[in-house]
């Protein structure tokens, strides 16, 4: 039961005053058809907008089922209109995009009814009108009468108390306006039905109680009714309309305008195709880098030898120190680079904690341990001797310095060099991964040695006489005359001879001293780096696994050589005194000595690089300085100068395409606001059926949500398109195949980023549209 109790309803325009109802006392019986009957501006409207909830009482009191409405909250108010009240308009107020179906279930969407449930009662509400046959079409396509059915099945599918006719057939001819009115009389019979018109006759036919309105006051009343106090058995079910509902109703209204969203979409997403751009060359870029430190990695190992630089002793003059004042003297200083000079004290515990490094972090090590080997080699049926003059890295560790040294070593002799031990043959194999295998097979015995030539497949003249072999400079020599050739290695106790002043000389070659020889090796193979990009550190010439040197040096440790030089100061083959280092590498070239002159790690990756130098720093905790061992990370310095520029300059580049992305949030909160004043009718319609603030919010975030996905998607797309032309243009400048790749995650970041942007371009204006008047919208056009 409705009771309307002394309500007042005031106008204020400037400094008039409109008293729209003014001391209204009237109830209503649970089923009838009542008709309010009065000239233009007597306050019907006012009236049936107040008992319908979308207009606020100035005073007095609106009671529902006992339940006084004064102290009603707007969330309250809204689910009073979904709940109890069901609007028929004069104007119909359906929403054109949407289907007639979707119009009658959209009161439904706010109260929470299941989608099934939900189609269900929208078919029994359009049967009860007599337009089951036409739920697939749009409002467009129906007559008036057909239209105002749709708006009762509407106001009638979520089964109201309350049925608010405002002019139903105000816009219908004599013979549609009695179909509608039967109906609507029909209805009476179930709920309370309040029908502003002002059809007298109309009225008389078919209301059972008729109401004058004059002046905002009740004229006359055919058939009053006295209600009895009644208990308060009203129950609200608050509205809430779901984000899925929301992104439906504004995925459709944009449906109605896919060339303007399409040329919207395309120019607020012009900012994402800058970024994209930008990031596919930074990432191409970046990986292009990544591949050349790879090799740079490979190339400059981290490198521990006997003499290191340690740069933390190493400090710049200060720039900006003032000259001293001339006193007539100068202060002799200690030479800093003798200062920051290093001796790494490298033993047997050092080296035993290298070969335990994890294998996931470097998987090749290389150990130079500084032997001369006794070779000799037959070369038709007679007997050479051959020098393999072992590469170690002093304490200049540079690459050049490194490959000068190979080159004046390969000039006198047969230039040699250890190849990476592989800590775990299932992973990464060092000379496999750097080097091509012209010829033979790969090494697998300690015994085993390679060829190694340069790219160009050359070799040096002196290398391929020292191995026995005739040749002229320019001449091309068959692979075969290499593969299988054989060296014998001679004990030191075989090799030298002590003479009666207890010096040592080698011996007068033999072939018994050949033939005596146990231990035999062989050229398995020819290789040459993979290309001009590939590791190098292998010298031109004979390369050998450490195996066969820790062999070698176990046989000679105890020869008569090595222990009378253990006994004194003496270079025992020259005579020569010697400081502590140089008898320890004196020691080291006769094979007394186990200890590494140096040796290189090779990180599997960049990211390893950081495991092994964390492994490498945890050894040097808690010991003195001078007990430290410091190794040198050469390809440190290089990526981050890379790395860093490339880093600072997509930046820039971001930061110029980002402009555009404001510009794209603000002329997306200009679209949402235009949108909110083309769609302000539909604003009135929703909060008519019970939409609260955050609905209508809802409503329009999600059509910026939907905006700014489309954005994002279409500006990855054309980015990713612009791949392939930037790609051919930069390949036939630079002759860098594929160098612009769009990062999948970035693609999803900039796609998140232009839906964010976008939301907050458009939420203002979804605001404003919340806060509009549900009486003022529905009388917009």
Request: a positive charge; hydrophobic letters at 40%.
């Amino acid at each position: 039961m409705l009771q309307l109790k002394d309500l007042r309803k005031s106008y204020h325009v400037g400094d008039t005053v409109t008293h729209a109802l003014d001391d209204v006392s009237i109830s209503f019986r649970n089923q009838e058809f009542v008709a309010i009957l009065g000239p233009s501006g007597s306050g019907k409207t006012t009236l049936l907008n107040v008992v319908g909830g979308l207009d606020r009482y100035d005073s007095g009191d609106l009671i529902i089922n006992g339940k006084s409405t004064k102290n009603f909250k707007e969330t309250d108010w809204d689910a009073y209109r979904n709940n109890s009240v069901g609007f028929v308009f004069q104007n119909y107020n359906l929403i054109s995009h949407l289907s007639i179906i979707a119009n009658v279930e959209l009161g439904m969407n706010l109260s929470g009814v299941s989608a099934t449930e939900r189609h269900k009662r929208a078919m029994d509400a359009l049967t009860q009108v007599g337009l089951k046959e036409h739920i697939s079409k749009n409002p467009n396509q129906l007559s008036g009468g057909q239209m105002q059915r749709v708006a009762i099945a509407r106001a009638l599918a979520n089964d109201p108390d309350i049925l608010l006719c405002d002019e139903p057939t105000g816009a219908l001819d004599t013979e549609t306006s009695e179909q509608i009115m039967k109906l609507i009389k029909e209805l009476s019979k179930d709920r309370l039905v309040v029908m502003v018109t002002h059809n007298p006759k109309l009225a008389q036919e078919y209301a059972t109680r008729i109401v004058n309105f004059q002046d905002g006051k009740v004229l006359n009343d055919s058939n009053p009714f006295i209600p009895k106090e009644e208990k308060d058995t009203f129950k609200l079910k608050h509205t809430k309309m779901s984000y899925w509902n929301a992104i439906k109703l504004s995925f459709t209204n944009i449906m109605t305008k896919k060339g303007r969203t399409t040329l919207t979409a395309f120019a607020s997403s012009i900012g994402i195709i800058s970024i994209a751009v930008v990031l596919a060359l930074s990432n191409g870029f970046q990986k292009q880098i990544d591949t050349t430190m790879s090799k740079a990695l490979a190339k400059y190992p981290v490198t521990i030898n006997q003499t290191a630089t340690d740069a933390s002793s190493v400090t710049d003059r200060d720039e900006s120190e003032k000259n001293v004042k001339n006193r007539g003297y100068l202060t002799v200083e200690k030479d800093k680079m003798q200062e920051s000079t290093h001796q790494n004290k490298i033993n047997p515990e050092y080296v035993n904690y290298i070969k335990k490094i994890n294998p996931n972090y470097a998987n090749n090590i290389s150990y130079q341990r500084g032997i001369n080997m006794n070779l000799l080699t037959r070369s038709k049926n007679k007997i050479k001797r051959v020098q393999f003059s072992p590469i170690s890295t002093s304490s200049d560790s540079s690459q050049a310095a490194a490959q000068m040294r190979m080159q004046a070593i390969s000039a006198t002799g047969l230039g040699s060099s250890v190849f990476p031990t592989t800590l775990n043959s299932s992973k990464s194999n060092f000379l496999k991964e750097n080097y091509q295998l012209l010829s033979g097979a790969w090494p697998h015995k300690a015994t085993d040695l390679v060829l190694v030539t340069d790219n160009e497949n050359k070799l040096n003249i002196n290398i391929i006489k020292n191995l026995g072999l005739k040749a002229k400079a320019g001449e091309k020599l068959n692979y075969q005359k290499f593969v299988g050739k054989k060296f014998k290695v001679v004990d030191n106790d075989d090799y030298y001879q002590k003479l009666p002043t207890g010096m040592f000389i080698p011996q007068k070659i033999s072939n018994s001293m050949y033939d005596n020889s146990k231990t035999q090796m062989q050229i398995v193979g020819v290789i040459r780096p993979k290309d001009e990009n590939s590791m190098a550190l292998l010298s031109s010439g004979i390369a050998y696994s450490d195996q066969l040197s820790q062999k070698i040096i176990k046989k000679n440790k105890k020869s008569e050589i090595v222990r009378a030089q253990k006994k004194t100061e003496q270079n025992v083959m020259t005579g020569q005194d010697m400081n502590a280092r140089e008898k320890k590498q004196m020691l080291q070239s006769i094979g007394g000595s186990t200890i590494p002159t140096s040796i290189m790690i090779y990180p599997n990756d960049f990211d390893a690089k950081d495991k092994v130098l964390d492994y490498l720093d945890r050894w040097n905790q808690g010991k003195k300085k001078k007990d430290k061992i410091i190794y040198t990370d050469m390809s440190r310095a290089v990526t981050s100068m890379t790395g860093g520029l490339l880093n600072g300059v997509t930046t820039v580049l971001v930061a110029f395409a980002a402009i555009s992305l404001v510009t794209s949030m603000i002329m997306i909160g200009i679209l949402t606001y235009t949108s909110v004043l083309e769609r302000t009718k539909e604003i009135g319609i929703l909060k008519a059926l019970g939409a609260r603030k955050k609905d209508i919010t809802r409503v329009f975030d999600a059509e910026t949500f939907i905006l700014g996905v489309f954005s994002g998607i279409l500006g990855v797309v054309v980015a990713w398109l612009l791949v392939f032309p930037i790609n051919s243009i930069l390949y036939s400048i630079t002759d860098l195949a594929n160098v612009a790749q769009l990062n999948p995650i970035h693609a999803l970041i900039l796609i998140l980023i232009s839906t964010v942007l976008t939301m907050v371009g458009g939420h203002l204006p979804a605001r404003m549209a919340a806060k509009k008047d549900a009486a003022i919208a529905l009388r917009s056009e």
